[in-house]
């Protein structure tokens, strides 16, 4: 969780296509910097079964060239015989890809549009691929996202940070990125969903829902976990400061290279930023932390000791770790492993 | 990168093994002291693959400079590795690098028959870090667009196509070729698929054309030549070869470590089942060792003899981000059994669920730690019975061993050495009678790649007990009633300072603290009880003491636990208090 900062994003297109926008350009959340022909679906005509030719044949009588647009009618072999011609005529639509094993092969596109998603200048342009847009804002790491992107005014849909999201509130959520603690039932996702919400930052849902959550085809970050344990205080708070502000979300699964999800609220450069700190920031004395496992799950605290060794933890184990202390002033030994810093 | 000397060395060559896990780096030091090669050092650092590091060197770097403050010898110098080793004692003559970090290999098996070669293209693959990520074969009823479609979806880095036995004529394998050819083709530029072929031997010529030149096609024998014969060495080896480059030959920062390094690197699973095989060559003619990983990332079995290794990689098990798969095969409640705590379905799913998003995590409530070591039983067990070929088993013990060698972060971070044979017990239920120890320090993978190049260090580090001695198991089979007696056991330290005499009743788990030094334990089963010599047929054992000690597990096999909940979860915190808390 980092505030008003410089931060740089990449963002470039899932095929080669055309860059849009040019280095030192403004763009705002929804304009469009990139956009290709993304191969949607392709089709199998079964040339040589249809005309009980060999394979070797088919190539004989093609009357289409690789990369050709084909619309349904066009003629896709033509062979001479003694009373005129005889003619394959295309079903379907698409661009011919080539003939594999006597099958005739086409790939159906459609456009991809790439939005910049925030308020960013564009730094770099990386031809027929993407971007890379330098953006003041608020940068939240989640820990699970459900593959999609989003873009809306940020709306608080929690009193608290541990209540359920319940139905009958929500309203009023139209393109809006709606802030919630808990979510415990599937049909509250497609409800939002069906009220027209941009995108849901959620501190947890319950198994039942995360399981599922993707196929809802909204976006949604999680920024604490699995369960009922809802949102840590500090983010619950930030995203209460920014209410009404924008926000985008890029849901991303978290990968196995360790790229996590990231909510980003764009701010306005001329109230000045900080550059973006080093990537890897070693625990140190006065840093806060957020507590990640049960029982002290979610919790917000602040190292004042660390430990140079491996030291026992309560239940026993040996870990090497920090002792932090919490909000109500108590003290306890938590292993790194079990600490996400706050920076 | 590397500091070097051109002055070749004269004495006994030192080691410097680094392992790249998934959470952590452990490097270690192997050099002569007295005479014999002994374990000089080892440290750890975090491993540094993923963001924000995206740079295994770093990691590998940190630990090295950690084991150089610890031992006060200098082995890095600039973040270079200092070798070979030099007269003031600095340096290392070698590094060996061993790695189990880099992803897993992303396949997709298509074969004929579900049972014969599927099912043997399943376990070579099982050979490597690899995840199965979709299966085409007879029984599926996806058609040829949507099987094409998967290939484009999946991206996948190898697709296994097997099938047919040698000389048969079925042409539903060249059909499958087609369409994965197809496929692989529609992927050119976007991703360069690589494709295994170990089937009928008949159709190869075939399926080359098939293929034709742009894909990069492997041939290796038929996994299954018959139906009653299955050979997957050769496919297995190619596998291997795909799996190293393309995923470790691919690793952030590996070019900086393959510099310091004349050996090709390793993965530890394979490092891991030479060093459990070089267990089964010392154990008495036929005995088997049986080597268990449960790693962050994976789970690995190891079937050990003098002549032979069985390695069974599960990359879709794990205590990490794997950990979610194990609700596909075991439900909550059969994992919630092996607590004591009265726990609901969705607790279990949250649970699984959170540690998935947070892999490295340790528990911190009791709750919580029995909870996660009641998955640790339930991830071997998915993991053991669904291997029944390599375990020869149809139901879930696997075929009875001398020595059970441990390993992973998930038996590391449990508090009581008592609770890992706990897990273990429960989870593998095996029989007979057999030695269990703990790779604490995570030398067993840097050993078994030792071995090949300097046994004789491999075999003199063992000597100097650098793995913890849990101790003993017997378990006799059989049927009786609970409180009838089973096995009288005497025990008499080889100081003859101590004896003990004592029965063990049906459906105990008895712990026999053993005196330091070896004990003579005599064992005297009931006549319709067998502790692996025969019904009714007795040993004597002369054993080293263990941390654990002698532990009789006269519970029955299979294990049962009552139906009724009060009674099952009193068992539970029983066994629990039995084996010491």
Same mark, same amino acid.
Request: glycine content about 8%; charged content about 20%; aromatic content about 6%.
């Given at each position: ?67 050709? @647009? *084909? ?5 896709? !072999?033509?062979?001479? =015989?003694?009373? /005129?011609?005889?003619? &394959? ?91 919630? @603690? *808990? ?5 509250? !996702?497609?409800?939002? =969903?069906?009220? /027209?919400?941009?995108? &849901? ?143 | ?581």
């Amino acid at each position: 969780m980092k505030s008003q900062l410089r931060l740089r994003r990449e963002r470039m297109l899932p095929e080669p296509g055309d860059v849009v926008v040019s280095p030192g350009q403004e763009v705002s959340p929804v304009q469009v910097v990139a956009r290709t022909h993304r191969p949607t679906r392709f089709r199998i005509v079964p040339a040589s079964e249809l005309w009980h030719i060999s394979p070797d044949e088919v190539v004989e009588y093609l009357q289409v060239s690789e990369g050709t @647009a *084909v619309q349904q009618g066009d003629v896709l !072999l033509q062979k001479k =015989q003694l009373l /005129g011609k005889k003619t &394959l005529e295309s079903p379907i639509e698409g661009t011919f890809f080539g003939v594999n094993h006597g099958r005739l092969i086409f790939q159906q596109y459609e456009w991809f549009e790439l939005r910049a998603l925030v308020n960013a200048r564009v730094v770099n342009a990386i031809p027929k691929r993407g971007i890379v847009l330098e953006i003041v804002g608020t940068q939240i790491q989640g820990v699970w996202g459900s593959g999609k992107e989003g873009y809306g005014r940020l709306k608080m849909r929690a009193t608290a940070e541990t209540n359920p999201l319940l139905k009958d509130e929500i309203s009023d959520v139209e393109g809006a990125i709606v802030v919630a @603690a *808990v979510v415990n039932n599937l049909d509250i !996702l497609r409800h939002l =969903q069906q009220e /027209g919400a941009s995108g &849901l930052i959620v501190g947890s849902l319950t198994a039942n829902v995360h399981t599922k959550a993707a196929s809802i085809g909204l976006p949604i970050i999680i920024t604490d976990g699995v369960g009922t344990q809802g949102m840590a205080r500090s983010v619950f708070d930030l995203l209460r400061d920014h209410e009404g502000h924008d926000v985008a979300l890029f849901a991303r699964k978290p990968d196995y290279w360790g790229n996590r999800p990231e909510i980003i609220i764009s701010h306005d450069a001329a109230g000045g930023a900080s550059d973006t700190p080093g990537a890897y920031h070693p625990p140190v004395v006065g840093q806060r932390v957020r507590i990640l496992r049960a029982p002290y799950q979610s919790q917000v605290g602040e190292i004042i000791h660390l430990y140079q060794h491996l030291r026992g933890t309560e239940l026993g184990m040996k870990a090497h770790g920090a002792d932090v202390k919490l909000a109500d002033g108590s003290v306890i030994f938590v292993p790194y492993a079990n600490l996400d810093t706050i920076v | 990168m590397t500091e070097r000397e051109t002055t070749p060395p004269t004495r006994p060559e030192s080691y410097l093994i680094a392992e790249c896990g998934n959470t952590y780096t452990t490097v270690l030091l192997f050099d002569v002291v007295d005479g014999c090669y002994r374990l000089i050092g080892r440290s750890t650092a975090p491993t540094t693959i993923i963001t924000p590091w995206s740079n295994l060197a770093e990691g590998i770097q940190e630990a090295i400079t950690r084991l150089a403050d610890a031992t006060g010898r200098r082995l890095i110098s600039n973040k270079k590795l200092v070798t070979p080793a030099r007269d003031d004692s600095s340096g290392v003559d070698h590094f060996i690098f061993i790695v189990s970090a880099a992803a897993p290999l992303n396949t997709i098996l298509v074969g004929l028959s579900e049972d014969v070669s599927l099912t043997s293209a399943r376990r070579a693959l099982h050979t490597v870090y690899a995840n199965e990520v979709d299966t085409f074969g007879l029984a599926d009823s996806r058609n040829e667009e949507e099987q094409v479609a998967a290939i484009i979806a999946h991206k996948p880095d190898l697709i296994f196509l097997t099938g047919g036995t040698d000389g048969g004529a079925d042409q539903r394998l060249a059909n499958f070729a087609r369409t994965v050819s197809l496929g692989v083709n529609m992927l050119m530029g976007a991703k360069q698929v690589s494709v295994l072929y170990a089937g009928n031997i008949k159709l190869r010529e075939q399926i080359k054309q098939i293929m034709g030149e742009i894909v990069p096609l492997h041939v290796a024998a038929n996994v299954r030549p018959n139906l009653q014969t299955e050979q997957l060495d050769d496919a297995a080896q190619m596998i291997g070869e795909v799996y190293e480059k393309l995923k470790i030959r691919e690793l952030p920062g590996i070019h900086i470590i393959r510099e310091w390094s004349q050996y090709a690197p390793l993965p530890t699973a394979r490092a891991f089942a030479s060093i459990v095989q070089y267990f089964a060559a010392m154990q008495p003619s036929g005995a088997r060792v049986l080597g268990l990983e449960v790693g962050t990332e994976s789970v690995v079995l190891v079937s050990a003899t003098a002549d032979q290794a069985d390695l069974t990689i599960r990359s879709d098990l794990g205590m990490g981000r794997p950990i979610s798969n194990l609700l596909k095969h075991s439900k909550a409640s059969a994992i919630a059994r092996w607590t004591a705590e009265q726990i609901d379905d969705e607790t279990v799913r949250d649970y699984i669920y959170n540690k998935a998003l947070h892999p490295q995590t340790m528990a911190m409530s009791e709750s919580d730690l029995h909870l996660e070591q009641a998955i640790v039983r339930e991830l071997i067990r998915t993991a053991v019975c669904d291997t029944p070929l390599d375990w020869q088993i149809a139901d879930p013990s696997p075929a009875p061993f001398r020595m059970l060698l441990l390993r992973g972060l998930a038996f590391n971070t449990m508090p009581r050495l008592g609770q890992v044979v706990a897990t273990v017990l429960d989870a593998l239920q095996p029989t007979g009678i057999f030695g269990i120890a703990l790779d604490e320090l995570g030398v067993l993978p840097a050993l078994g790649a030792l071995s090949a190049l300097e046994p004789m260090a491999a075999v003199q580090t063992l000597e100097s007990k650098v793995l913890t001695d849990l101790g003993w198991v017997v378990v006799p089979v059989g049927r009786g009633q609970s409180g009838q007696k089973v096995l009288h056991v005497s025990i008499e330290s080889e100081d003859q300072q101590t004896q003990y005499e004592g029965d063990v009743e049906f459906g105990t788990l008895e712990v026999f603290f053993l005196n330091k030094g070896r004990s003579k334990v005599t064992l005297k089963p009931e006549r319709r009880f067998d502790i692996g010599l025969g019904p009714g047929k007795g040993t004597t054992i002369h054993v080293s003491s263990g941390r654990v000690g002698l532990v009789v597990d006269a519970r029955g096999r299979p294990l049962q636990l009552p139906q009724d909940e009060i009674a099952r979860r009193s068992l539970i915190r029983q066994w629990y208090f039995d084996m010491g808390g």
